[in-house]
């Protein structure tokens, strides 16, 4: 809003703000001031009320000892709005003053910046912005490029301007999200019930798992995981896995179909949750998953592997967003947020579950050694490793599914993504879940 | 029944005389309808000829949406997929309709007329109504463990040496969707049956027994009759709830079973709104014509 960027009153450009997010007309507007007023709430005291910040994003990011630790460090208030990834993009999009704060996927921002609903975030306010790993900035994990097939981060992370609809090709000052958490995600599998080694992505429509195999009703990120088996099964070879053509959108979700009329698939899922249940009760042994699902299993005291392929990793990351409309102390309260989220202490918590920080220098500092060797290093863990909750995730002597940080990393061979033809892929994911 | 006749015939002669005040005493009823009912309707309707790209809807007059929806329906070779997911909604409507009606029929019956006192059928009812003091989503999940590989009825079915291996078809499947369709919507049909059952004069059904009719004549020709308004509006409730469900379909279909309202659902997602209120608007003209059709068979306003 250029008419309440002054931040000479904080107070009431909030209220203003408040009643812009109702709508833009000016008779809300009004309304919204005059029911301040009404209300007899005096810009004096509206300053010294708390700040409270509507955090909206999925579950698995949404940890409720991150919001308490951070109200203990600087008294401004979490509140965690928890939705489904597809949702976060659908409020992103219509609903752009429900929230303070965004945590999204990279992938979905081809969706959200052309709205004009994100604010670009000046990375001169963020303390360790040049500390963002390279991986963000450039594709690149220990000087090395990974794959980019998708919607890559650096193809996406910068944007032209504060108010821009468009993303930079170089480097500039805005970036669209700061990263939060990422990883490289493969399948999940129950090495007791499978009783051999699985090394590619194949494996998943592997008719010996018949009835025993489920993959994520997601289509962004379910077409990527059927697009990796396709390539591994030696169907075809996708030029780019991210942005597929029409006739390949047909051929993959062509192969999906034929799988599950076979009866392959137990179930699909949408949800984190969904997929832990599937895997812990036996239904399902080799199935699409992502690391803290692997992780949840594990802490229940069931054998469940995050299993490397040869084929590499479908990777994906998430990042913190502003809205375009949001200003005075709520902004100052988020860019403190973002700050505090690259600090550390949030980096170690997160690397603790199985994740990766966008700081890796400051996530070290918060773990100790032995922590820092298991997790990032690959190596054998000395001591039992435990969740932030406490619950043994490794025994002494076990080492991480994947090894090392460069390893996994390393390892992507494409990113979650959003395509031209994307209308034209979900129709068809349609089509197969009908099937 | 005849004095209600004549009511309505009065009433409607008055409003010809020039009486409006019966308008004005609705008209706030009408404001309510017509603002959060009728204008969103239309607004669906408008928005189904829009156009859209990934993230905007565009106001457009286009049968664009129309058209992709029956992409294809014209091949003969292989149904598309919204003739498909039709059809699989229509069969889950008939079977859970069936079973319903004649489980909420039998159940309504039992505790009209073969329960003497008026306090354990009260107890009885209450009873029926208990598991609907825990949210329908509960219900549902909590057949999972019981149907699942694993589950208890496996379990069970394995240990008494009835079966080999884990029975597969009773979770994620047809069978596990019908089955929780049926445990959640029966009561829409007891409730209903129940009400006109215990309306219909006792004095009736004697005068059955004494003219010689058997119990099953008896139920055929006097209480099926009588009944029949609450047997319309418990399937009126039941078909439409069926018929928009994606929540029962995706839990116990393990997401593997199409119906039309996932596949809106999907749509709203994809923020593909023009063609998610396409697909709305077909749907709910599909569940007008058959709501109409159940209303042909009974005058449900006289009736009540």
């Known amino acids: ?435 | 029944m005849n004095t209600s006749i004549q009511s309505a015939g009065q009433a409607q002669s008055d409003l010809s005389k020039g009486q409006v005040s019966p308008f004005w005493q609705i008209t706030p009823f009408n404001c309510v309808f017509i603002l959060f009912f009728i204008v969103p309707l239309l607004l669906i309707l408008m928005v189904s000829f829009w156009d859209f790209n990934e993230y905007e809807i565009l106001p457009d007059f286009t049968f664009k949406n129309y058209l992709s929806i029956f992409d294809g329906c014209l091949n003969t070779q292989e149904m598309c997929v919204t003739l498909k997911t039709y059809l699989s909604t229509f069969k889950f409507c008939f079977t859970v309709w069936l079973s319903t009606l004649l489980i909420g029929f039998t159940l309504a019956y039992y505790l009209a007329f073969h329960i003497q006192s008026a306090v354990v059928q009260t107890a009885l009812f209450a009873i029926c109504t208990i598991p609907f003091w825990t949210s329908n989503v509960i219900r549902m999940i909590s057949w999972i463990p019981l149907l699942g590989r694993n589950g208890l009825v496996n379990k069970a079915l394995i240990e008494s040496g009835l079966v080999q291996a884990p029975v597969e078809w009773l979770l994620f499947s047809n069978f596990s969707v019908i089955l929780a369709f049926i445990h959640l919507y029966t009561m829409f049909m007891i409730v209903p049956i129940f009400n006109s059952m215990m309306r219909i004069d006792k004095s009736l059904i004697e005068a059955a027994s004494d003219s010689g009719a058997s119990k099953w004549q008896t139920i055929w020709n006097v209480i099926v009759p009588l009944s029949k308004t609450g047997i319309i509006i418990g399937s009126i409730f039941v078909i439409t709830i069926v018929m928009g469900d994606f929540v029962t379909v995706g839990v116990m279909g393990g997401q593997q079973i199409a119906s039309i309202g996932k596949i809106i659902q999907v749509e709203t997602s994809y923020l593909q709104f023009p063609l998610a209120a396409a697909n709305a608007v077909i749907l709910l003209s599909i569940v007008l014509m058959m709501i109409w059709a159940l209303t042909r068979m009974v005058d449900i306003r006289k009736e009540l």
């Not at chain 1, 991986?135 to 919607?151: A, C, D, I, P």
């Not at chain 1, 199935?287 to 699902?293: D, I, K, L, R, T």
């Not at chain 1, 995730?393 to 990113?415: F, P």
């Open chain 1, 1 to 435: 809003m250029s008419d309440s960027s002054s931040t000479k009153k904080n107070v009431l450009t909030d209220a203003l703000d408040l009643a812009n997010a109702a709508s833009m007309q000016r008779r809300t507007l009004l309304k919204g001031s005059a029911g301040v007023l009404a209300t007899g709430m005096f810009p004096a005291i509206h300053a010294q009320e708390k700040i409270v910040l509507r955090y909206l994003g999925t579950a698995v990011n949404q940890d409720k000892a991150i919001g308490d630790k951070f109200k203990a460090d600087t008294g401004i208030e979490i509140q965690y709005v928890a939705v489904t990834t597809d949702d976060v993009t659908k409020r992103a999009v219509t609903a752009p003053n429900s929230f303070d704060l965004i945590d999204t996927e990279y992938f979905s921002l081809k969706k959200i910046v052309p709205t004009g609903n994100l604010k670009g975030i000046d990375t001169k306010k963020i303390k360790n912005a040049d500390k963002i790993t390279t991986l963000f900035t450039e594709g690149k994990v220990g000087g090395k490029t990974v794959g980019e097939q998708g919607t890559a981060p650096k193809k996406v992370i910068f944007l032209e301007g504060e108010k821009s609809k468009a993303f930079a090709k170089s480097p500039t000052q805005f970036m669209s999200l700061i990263p939060t958490v990422y990883n490289a995600d493969t399948l999940g599998i129950r090495p007791d019930l499978i009783k051999r080694p699985i090394t590619s992505w194949a494996e998943l429509l592997n008719p010996e798992f018949k009835g025993k195999a489920a993959i994520l009703n997601i289509p962004s990120i379910g077409i990527m995981d059927a697009a990796m088996v396709v390539e591994a099964m030696g169907i075809y070879k996708y030029p780019d896995k991210g942005n597929m053509t029409k006739k390949e959108i047909d051929l993959t979700i062509k192969t999906l179909i034929d799988a599950k009329k076979a009866g392959q698939f137990r179930s699909l899922w949408k949800d984190f949750n969904e997929s832990v249940n599937l895997m812990a009760s036996g239904e399902v042994v080799i199935q699409s998953m992502w690391s803290p699902a692997v992780t949840a299993v594990r802490s229940k005291g069931i054998d469940c592997v995050f299993q490397p392929l040869k084929e590499g990793y479908r990777a994906w990351a998430a990042g913190f967003g502003l809205p375009a409309t949001l200003s005075g102390r709520k902004l100052d309260g988020a860019y403190e947020f973002i700050n505090w989220f690259l600090d550390g202490w949030a980096g170690a918590y997160l690397n603790r579950q199985g994740y990766y920080s966008a700081v890796l220098d400051t996530a070290k500092s918060k773990m100790e050694s032995y922590e820092w060797a298991y997790w990032m290093e690959g190596k054998a863990a000395t001591k039992d490793i435990l969740s932030p909750h406490g619950d043994v995730l490794a025994k002494t002597g076990s080492v991480r599914d994947g090894g090392s940080y460069e390893n996994r990393m390393g390892g992507i061979a494409c990113w979650n993504a959003v395509m031209d033809e994307n209308n034209y892929m979900v129709q068809k994911w349609n089509e197969f879940v009908a099937a």
